[in-house]
């Protein structure tokens, strides 16, 4: 139902995007966003925009990326993190959610940022 690309390798200070496609059948999304995973971590919210409403389009950042990822909408069904200046910390599963009538998904994606 959620559908995710743009993981990868790259190098400190290098840029990525992480794309998340609602497939369609997640009906009345309120947020959109991404969490982080590092094994034997607690999952951590990165980003999270607004999907709907007087706020739509509204999005909110983690401290530790603020400033170097960006999140945005298209479409109302499509969200895009670009992710710029990538430090090794932020080396992580990449998981997509939707927040609707309950909290949906992605199957995670890999970033590795290396030195």
């Known amino acids: 139902q959620l559908e995710e690309s743009g993981g990868g390798s790259v190098q400190n200070g290098g840029s990525l995007t992480l794309t998340c496609r609602n497939s369609?059948?997640?009906?009345?999304?309120?947020?959109m966003g991404w969490y982080r995973q590092v094994l034997g971590k607690q999952r951590e919210l990165v980003a999270g925009?607004?999907?709907?409403?007087?706020?739509?389009?509204?999005a909110n950042y983690a401290d530790s990326v603020q400033g170097r990822f960006t999140l945005v909408m298209n479409a109302r069904n499509k969200v895009y993190l670009q992710m710029n200046s990538l430090k090794s910390e932020d080396t992580a599963v990449y998981y997509c959610?939707?927040?609707?009538?309950?909290?949906?998904w992605g199957q995670g994606t890999q970033v590795t940022v290396s030195s």
């Open positions: 959610f939707a927040e609707a009538d309950r909290t949906y």
């Open positions: 369609g059948r997640i009906y009345g999304t309120k947020t």
């Open positions: 925009i607004s999907m709907s409403g007087p706020t739509s389009g509204t």
